[in-house]
């Protein structure tokens, strides 16, 4: 058995995370469609904004007050007043424009947001979210998630299947403080993509480098299979 150095296994997990991560965005961006108000979470769901498909008018909010949020900037062009709820750097597209927390909100709770993609904890297989807090650890608030998975029209999750030590964050029951009850519609992973259906998760496609058995076996709750499964596309 040949055992990496070990800057050598740093630098393959780092590129193992970044190519996990890519995978997650491309294929949901895929969902976006012309016209849609789309509101993107801390994270990795802010990296979309660099992957919506060329001639696409699409619409991004940002909770902190930003409406026409553009791609992550080129190097030398930051603006430090031009950040997302994450408090990274963003770029603005023409026609952007710039409001308080309050109008920022009512628009999320008048229902105008057409998909909410967000990080999470933990999902079960009834579609309810944990995404704000572990008990015992300090943060600094619940942000907007619990308004934005109640008002959107559609929730999509992007996570990793696992955690970093390989325990099952799709549940049969989540086990963290719960975000909003049966408010997920999607969960994509670096595994596959599973939809929230009545009658429980439904598997309708796995990445390339999986089987369906592996994907159960990282996945606490029971997966339906799709008749229709297929391939994960980005």
């Not at 789309?38 to 802010?46: F, K, R, S």
């Not at 909770?63 to 007043?81: A, I, R, S, T």
């Not at 999320?108 to 999902?123: D, F, Q, T």
């Not at 955690?163 to 099952?168: A, H, L």
Request: proline share 5%; aromatic share 4%; hydrophobic share 40%.
């Amino acid at each position: 058995m040949t055992t990496l150095p070990k800057a050598a296994g740093q630098k393959a997990d780092k590129q193992w995370e970044t190519e996990k991560r890519e995978r997650i965005v491309k294929r949901i961006a895929r969902e976006l469609r012309d016209g849609y108000y789309v509101n993107l979470g801390i994270g990795m769901p802010t990296m979309i904004a660099s992957h919506v498909p060329p001639g696409m008018e699409v619409v991004l909010q940002s909770e902190n007050g930003m409406l026409g949020v553009g791609p992550y900037p080129l190097e030398g062009e930051e603006d430090p007043d031009l950040i997302n709820a994450g408090k990274e750097t963003v770029s603005e597209l023409a026609g952007t424009s710039f409001f308080s927390s309050a109008d920022s909100f009512a628009m999320i709770r008048g229902g105008h947001i057409n998909l909410s993609i967000l990080g999470a904890m933990e999902v079960d297989e009834e579609g309810n979210l944990a995404n704000w807090m572990i008990p015992g650890k300090m943060v600094k608030g619940m942000g907007g998630a619990m308004d934005l998975v109640a008002s959107a029209r559609r929730v999509i999750v992007a996570m990793e299947h696992t955690t970093r030590e390989g325990q099952p964050k799709i549940l049969k029951k989540c086990s963290l403080p719960i975000t909003g009850l049966k408010v997920v519609d999607t969960i994509a992973t670096e595994m596959a993509w599973i939809r929230v259906s009545p009658e429980g998760l439904v598997l309708e496609e796995i990445a390339p480098d999986v089987t369906v058995e592996e994907v159960q076996r990282a996945t606490q709750a029971h997966l339906i299979v799709s008749g229709a499964l297929t391939q994960m596309r980005s």
